[in-house]
């Protein structure tokens, strides 16, 4: 039997938590209300990582887990020690998940991936995401980083190695929260029960508080405990805490990394596509702002590409172009959003 669910590369794999979720559910056209609704909020730790590295992502009020809370994907999560209590075969086991239309995220030991960088060099536990399998091949098609660090909707696993690196011992190192089989599918039947419905009136607030950099995380107080405004930033005065970063990177007091600025880059795609949705939707009537931030998204690429260059030579006046781009694009993106909030105000008379 073969078996492949619908997959695409995503507009987010900063984090693969993002990728997996986001190389499944942008599928589907029901899932978009929600994707333009969300990636909005930026969150920066003001200092540093233990990796001397920055520490800046998409905000969401539970961390990375953002997914086991979209209200129309059927989703349940089945923790491992449940597992142990019944006898099973792993490899049916997951082909008969994926059969029944859902995605699988787990994960497994890097050790046992033939595919990976650590395959018989090093023991480390990361997420993997399944959405496939042929049973002439013996293998699972699944995404994720390759050898050379880019992300892959294309990798290919035996069941063989799949078992083995689900089962390592070594998985056990990982959060107990994480100890487990994550199991989600977008389906049309529960989709007309739990709609999610696009709200203009809502994304205006959220592009006003990241324009007014709040601390979105007050919002979910009934979940979670806010976040220390002395230890994070948010929003668009998340670029102050980057550029720190980078001074700090010309007085060898940090440690170069692409990620922060990938982020960075990878926010620009989306506020890209949620200007042309919201063009598109007939929420603005777009004065030259899909074209200025098309100009802003390409500076974001090149500053990332920038980094690249930085972590390859070391020349710091890399760092300063990088510091000018920044400062360009925070200038320009204030801009370009307080006409955006004006065109959606005065389009849909909120």
Not at 73 to 98: M, R, T
Request: charged share 25%; aromatic share 16%; hydrophobic share 35%.
């Amino acid at each position: 039997m073969i078996k492949k669910l619908p997959i695409i590369k995503p507009p987010i794999n900063t984090y693969l938590s993002h990728g997996y979720y986001l190389s499944a559910m942008m599928n589907y056209k029901e899932f978009l209300p929600w994707f333009h609704s969300n990636y909005i909020h930026l969150k920066c730790l003001k200092e540093l990582t233990k990796e001397l590295v920055c520490d800046l992502n998409f905000f969401f009020p539970d961390g990375l887990d953002y997914l086991q809370s979209v209200p129309f994907i059927k989703k349940q999560f089945i923790f491992k020690d449940i597992l142990s209590y019944f006898e099973y075969d792993i490899i049916n086991f997951f082909k008969n998940i994926i059969s029944e239309g859902y995605y699988i995220c787990t994960f497994v030991d890097e050790y046992y991936i033939p595919s990976k960088n650590l395959f018989q060099k090093e023991h480390n536990s990361h997420r993997i995401l399944l959405y496939g399998f042929d049973d002439e091949l013996d293998i699972f098609n699944v995404c994720g980083w390759d050898k050379n660090g880019i992300y892959s909707i294309k990798e290919l696993v035996s069941y063989k190695d799949l078992a083995a690196a689900f089962q390592s011992k070594y998985n056990e190192d990982i959060l107990l929260s994480k100890r487990g089989i994550f199991c989600f599918k977008l389906d049309v039947s529960y989709f007309e029960s739990h709609e999610y419905k696009f709200d203009i009136e809502y994304v205006y607030r959220e592009i006003n508080d990241y324009l007014t950099s709040n601390n979105v995380s007050e919002k979910f107080g009934m979940y979670y405990n806010k976040l220390d405004p002395e230890k994070y930033s948010f929003g668009i005065s998340v670029y102050n805490d980057f550029k720190k970063y980078l001074y700090k990177l010309i007085d060898n007091e940090a440690n170069a990394s692409n990620i922060a600025v990938h982020a960075i880059w990878e926010h620009k795609k989306c506020m890209l596509m949620r200007i042309n949705y919201l063009k598109e939707m007939k929420f603005i009537s777009d004065v030259g702002i899909t074209d200025g931030y098309e100009e802003i998204e390409k500076k974001a690429y090149q500053c990332r590409n920038l980094m690249l260059k930085y972590r390859a030579h070391k020349e710091t006046n890399i760092i300063h172009r990088m510091l000018n781009l920044i400062k360009i694009i925070e200038n320009q993106e204030r801009n370009l959003l307080e006409k955006l909030l004006y065109d959606i105000k005065s389009t849909n008379s909120i």
